[in-house]
Antibody
């Protein structure tokens, strides 16, 4: 069975940083593109970004709201994808989900999410 | 800027009803649209991709249609477990934006 397990969330002050992790199992991780999506409390879903696979040079795409502050990376040897979040703002408070990217077929598996709270 | 607009934002219906949710794109996205269902405290679940293809395991009472700029999600014969929030997402270009969501509640 496909499993995605996020970790690394927590309480951080404005301007701070965190590294979120997503451990994957149940599929050939190295072949897949992976996405991050976030959801602020009581709000809708916001696409954060995407990382492609090795064949596509691990290239990334980001939402304008996070570009230059967030970085997605992966370690295929550990079946893991990461989201480095820097220069955090109050409005970055959200549950962060990683998702397996089926390209034009949508985000077909999601983790349970990890909560990031930005507060002084 | 690209916009993906869902309507209605809120929908009240009864078990057994048929409901339709619309997603409009500000520019054409071919058929690269997905629909998700999210229940409180849970991760979203993919229902439909390519505008009309049912994800494996999703009940056939769910259906999708449309292409270009206008898309619909229809749920026939609502079941108690269908009361949730539904989102569309465009997969044609970046950013891969979501609609703002439609909350479906029991009347």
């Amino acid at each position: 069975d496909v499993q995605l397990v996020e970790s690394g969330g927590g309480l951080v002050q404005p301007g701070g940083s965190l590294r979120l992790s997503c451990a994957a199992s149940g599929f050939t991780f190295s072949d897949q593109f992976m996405d991050w999506v976030r959801q602020a409390p009581g709000k809708g879903l916001e696409w954060v970004g995407r990382i492609r696979n090795k064949a596509n040079r691990y290239t990334t795409e980001y939402a304008a709201s996070v570009k230059d502050r967030f970085t997605i990376s992966r370690d295929d040897s550990k079946n893991s994808v990461y989201l480095q979040v820097n220069s955090l703002k109050i409005e970055d408070t959200a549950v962060y989900y990683c998702a397996k990217d089926g390209a034009f077929r949508g985000l077909n598996y999601w983790g349970q999410g990890t909560l990031v709270t930005v507060s002084s | 800027d690209f916009q993906l607009t869902q309507s209605p934002s809120f929908l009240s219906a009864s078990v057994g009803d048929r409901v339709t949710i619309t997603c409009r794109a500000s520019q054409g996205i071919n058929s690269y649209l997905a629909w998700y269902q999210q229940k409180p405290g849970k991760a979203p679940k993919l229902l439909i991709y390519d505008a009309s293809t049912l994800q494996s395991g999703v009940p056939s009472r769910f259906s999708g249609s449309g292409s270009g700029t206008e898309f619909t999600l229809t749920i026939n014969s609502l079941q108690p477990e269908d009361f949730a929030t539904y989102y569309c997402q465009q997969l044609n270009s970046y950013p891969r934006a979501f609609g703002q969501g439609t909350r479906l509640e029991i009347k």
